[in-house]
């Protein structure tokens, strides 16, 4: 497709690019340095924008006399993009000295009689219609709507929790209540740093869905131990007796299959979520049933319905979409972001699946998901941990943990748990620090963040990996980020990372991966 491009505007000097969808640069006929290969739509605001305008609705795209700073130089452009699927080709004109001839004009008239002057002056074979512009600027406003949308969703959804956060804190500051109200305002500063969680776990994974950057990572997996795990974590909030938890599982279900479990518990505890926010008497049940079975493969139906409130007919159709909200004023009555269900769907097409929903207002809700799921030859799965568990066996008591941290509350913080189990620590600010630390004393674990001043983490892995000395030299690294991105595990990669941790942290998830790494 780019050839094609290239030969129909062959005679003439232009820049030509094949662009995947998230951004990365495939093919491109100059060897230019300072055009970021991976981040193509990020490098300027009108590229953002190719996406939303260059839809596979509307395959081709001519954009004419368009002001930006290109490679360092502040120019007018003429850019003629054609998608294909998921590529994007692109020819990028420079006519800067084109349109500045015909300055003048286009003080005096039009746009529309500039443009058809320019196109006999100089015989372009560039069709320049009002109609294009117009689209243009309506997908651009739609884009922005989106983008504004989405900030003012996000600014309501996350202060919320943080209010329930700040307001509760400053209460228990103040010394001035009961031992039952404490335990309130503790419970409440809980549940509002939870919701925060599932609201930016919600962002991320929204945001790496639309950039194309989430991977399905398909592995074996015990299924019945699966099930079994994702009720144990239900049962224990279903004790009001108005209401019931319902498994009910297909026996003939083959043992090991192959998925990303990761996201197959994320897509029925969602909807599972979404089932006990909105029943408050009945049944919320989990059905799964095996519709049909070769050598190979099994399709898998789960199910999930409820005697809740229902959805009404008319907001069925846009339950998918992003930020819909089914219920008037949903979002102050239950909260939520308007991305989960949006998430989901994208998730279920990620793994081949189909999402389907049915529901009558007042009487409950049915959603139905179908996998064509790989039955696994291994008998023995590894073992699936849906839910941290709080044990620990004594072996880190007396170990001693560097800890390289530069925010003073999550010293505090972990210096709190750790001590709790015995361990011997020293806490530096940063990464030169802790490197000045290893060089002169034994340690039997690090706890490097990533984002600190002077040396960041991936400075002082690099460090340690490759100047230290023997046994630091070796020591094992378990990474803490609040990024939550694969990315920064790939970047970790050349540094032998044991383990890697992300912020807000559970206590016991971090002595479990310290356990882990010090095996």
Request: aromatic share 8%; glycine share 4%; charged share 25%.
């Amino acid at each position: 497709m780019v050839n094609k491009i290239i030969n129909k505007h062959q005679n003439k000097r232009a820049l030509f690019l094949t662009v995947a969808k998230n951004g990365t640069i495939l093919e491109m006929n100059q060897d230019l340095e300072w055009l970021d290969r991976e981040n193509f739509f990020e490098s300027n605001p009108f590229f953002e924008s190719i996406p939303y305008i260059v839809t596979k609705n509307n395959p081709e795209q001519i954009f004419t006399c368009i002001n930006f700073n290109f490679n360092g130089e502040e120019g007018l452009f003429d850019i003629e993009v054609v998608r294909e699927d998921d590529l994007f080709y692109l020819a990028i004109f420079n006519f800067t000295e084109h349109y500045e001839t015909s300055r003048t004009l286009a003080q005096e008239r039009n746009e529309s009689l500039l443009k058809t002057k320019l196109l006999e002056s100089h015989n372009s074979n560039i069709t320049l219609e009002k109609e294009l512009v117009d689209v243009k600027n309506e997908n651009l406003k739609k884009a922005q709507q989106f983008k504004d949308e989405f900030l003012a969703n996000m600014s309501h959804e996350i202060r919320t929790p943080l209010n329930g956060i700040l307001g509760f804190a400053k209460l228990l500051k103040d010394n001035s209540f009961s031992k039952e109200d404490g335990q309130r305002y503790i419970d409440a500063i809980l549940v509002s740093g939870e919701n925060l969680k599932i609201i930016i776990n919600d962002i991320l994974d929204f945001s790496k869905i639309e950039a194309g950057k989430l991977k399905i990572n398909d592995l074996d997996f015990s299924f019945y131990e699966f099930i079994d795990n994702l009720h144990e974590i239900y049962k224990l909030r279903f004790k009001d007796e108005k209401l019931k938890l319902i498994f009910d599982v297909d026996p003939t279900i083959p043992k090991v299959l192959i998925s990303d479990v990761i996201r197959l518990n994320q897509i029925l505890t969602n909807l599972l979520e979404n089932s006990f926010k909105f029943t408050k008497k009945g049944s919320i049940k989990l059905i799964v049933s095996k519709i049909e079975q070769s050598k190979k493969h099994v399709v898998l139906n789960f199910m999930v319905s409820d005697t809740g409130i229902g959805i009404k007919k008319d907001k069925l159709d846009s339950i998918f979409e992003s930020f819909s909200q089914v219920h008037d004023n949903s979002s102050d009555n239950f909260g939520g972001t308007g991305l989960g269900l949006a998430i989901i769907k994208k998730l279920v097409d990620l793994m081949g699946g189909t999402i389907d929903v049915n529901s009558k207002f007042g009487l409950g809700t049915t959603f139905s998901v179908t996998f064509n799921l790989k039955i696994s030859n291994n008998k023995l799965a590894k073992k699936i941990t849906l839910k941290n568990k709080s044990k620990t066996n004594g072996s880190i008591k007396n170990k001693r943990i560097l800890v390289a941290e530069d925010v003073k509350i999550n010293q505090l913080l972990i210096e709190k748990i750790l001590s709790n189990y015995g361990c011997k620590l020293t806490i530096v600010n940063n990464g030169q620090e802790a490197v000045n630390e290893l060089s002169r004393n034994h340690y039997d674990l690090l706890l490097l963040d990533l984002k600190m001043p002077i040396l960041d983490g991936y400075q002082t892995a690099h460090i340690i990996r490759n100047e230290m000395p023997l046994p630091n030299k070796n020591i094992p690294i378990i990474v803490l980020t609040a990024h939550a991105m694969d990315s920064e595990k790939q970047k970790c990669e050349p540094y032998n990372i044991k383990e890697y941790l992300s912020k807000p942290f559970d206590p016991h998830n971090l002595i479990s991966k310290i356990e882990k790494a010090l095996k």
